[in-house]
């Protein structure tokens, strides 16, 4: 299942291309010759152009410098090194910011082979280590949780987990693993500020901790304790080609900034609605709305509403067999959405976010209303 590429293959490769985004691979940087920067320097195309998913807007290309890329994947190999893996299993794909760095440059920087699986199905790596680094993507967890007996076969689990919120189900797989058998070490960024902050995750939520060469940016109501937009400054900020880097940026994310150097999260600009007075943060509601509602998926979807201004639109993929009881969603929302649609499937980014929503079948019909 896994082909095995050279390191110089990797670093030279297309990394959108299907052969790299789409297919298992094994790359044995505790094999390669000893200086990994001088080789992903040499190989690795400088600058690089990357993305955005377009989960809130057409997408847009941001250009890093290798210097960029490399010192921020020594960060995040930093937040794995005391673990001290000795392999890594990676579900992120590659041709987006934090696979580049999590899945092609940390294990460069670290010295230790990684294995590479771009789906759900297919068996774990054979090669025995007692201690191993997860980079994971938001459906990872449901997977390790399948596959707990390797997990519980392991000293340690480092999982490193970025792109969105962390699912539900990273608490039953903690749970499921045993005391201090995982650990989890989350990343607060975007494609183009690079991370930002992070935290260990054990369960609540806990604040942000800044990356040492990042800060906060000062405005009006900062440190008041209020709500605030984040905006960041820092050295790996990325540039629109042919612009130079800028010296801050303003994310879709508002905060809560805890002294000089934290925050806690309190939502995305995009997910953020107020209706009937009550401000609704979609993405935890839809974290919850899944642990009470049977279904193969489900989205909450901001619109415009004549009359409040605001609303939200419930979309969801029912089990077979299952109708959506809408009564039991407005209880557990404490409101009531403007519409329930049935759909086939909704679009996400193959790092899970959504994207937009296809193919309704019907307006409510198969709702239980």
Not at 111 to 118: A, D, L, Q, S, T
Not at 211 to 235: H, K, M, Q, Y
Not at 316 to 338: F, K, S, W
Request: include cysteine; charge should be neutral.
């Amino acid at each position: 299942m896994w082909t095995e590429l050279t390191p110089a293959e990797l670093l030279s490769a297309d990394l959108a291309a299907p052969r790299i985004a789409d297919r298992a691979w094994l790359v044995r940087w505790d094999r390669s010759a000893p200086d990994a920067e001088e080789l992903a320097r040499r190989v690795l195309p400088d600058p690089v152009d990357l993305r955005t998913s377009g989960t809130t807007g057409p997408g847009r290309v941001w250009r890093r410098t290798f210097d960029q890329l490399w010192a921020e994947a020594g960060l995040l190999a930093d937040l794995l090194r005391p673990r001290t893996p000795a392999a890594v299993l990676s579900f992120a794909p590659p041709r987006h910011i934090f696979g580049l760095l999590a899945t092609v440059l940390v294990p460069a920087r670290l010295g230790i082979p990684v294995w590479y699986r771009p789906d759900l199905f297919g068996p774990m790596p054979e090669e025995q280590h007692p201690r191993w680094a997860v980079v994971a993507i938001p459906w990872v967890f449901s997977l390790l949780r399948r596959n707990i007996s390797w997990v519980r076969s392991l000293d340690h689990l480092a999982v490193l987990h970025s792109t969105a919120t962390l699912p539900a189900a990273a608490g039953g797989f903690l749970a499921a693993a045993g005391p201090g058998r995982v650990s989890v070490t989350e990343v607060f960024g975007s494609t183009e500020t690079g991370g930002v902050a992070k935290r260990v995750w054990a369960g609540g939520n806990p604040p942000w901790e800044l990356f040492d060469d990042v800060s906060l940016v000062s405005g009006p109501d900062t440190g008041s304790g209020a709500e605030v937009p984040l905006r960041i400054a820092g050295p790996r900020l990325a540039a629109v080609p042919g612009e130079p880097p800028p010296a801050d940026l303003t994310m879709d994310d508002f905060v809560r900034p805890v002294g000089d150097r934290a925050f806690s999260f309190v939502g995305r600009r995009s997910s953020l609605v107020k209706v009937n007075g009550r401000r609704l943060d979609l993405d935890e509601l839809e974290r919850s709305l899944r642990a009470v509602l049977p279904c193969a998926d489900l989205a909450l979807v901001p619109v415009t509403d004549d009359l409040t201004g605001e609303h939200l639109d419930l979309h969801v993929v029912p089990e077979n067999g299952h109708d959506i009881d809408v009564q039991a969603v407005r209880r557990h929302l404490g409101v009531l959405p403007r519409k329930v649609l049935v759909r086939d499937r909704i679009d996400r980014t193959d790092t899970g976010k959504t994207r937009r929503v296809d193919h309704a079948r019907t307006d409510g019909t198969g709702a239980n209303r």
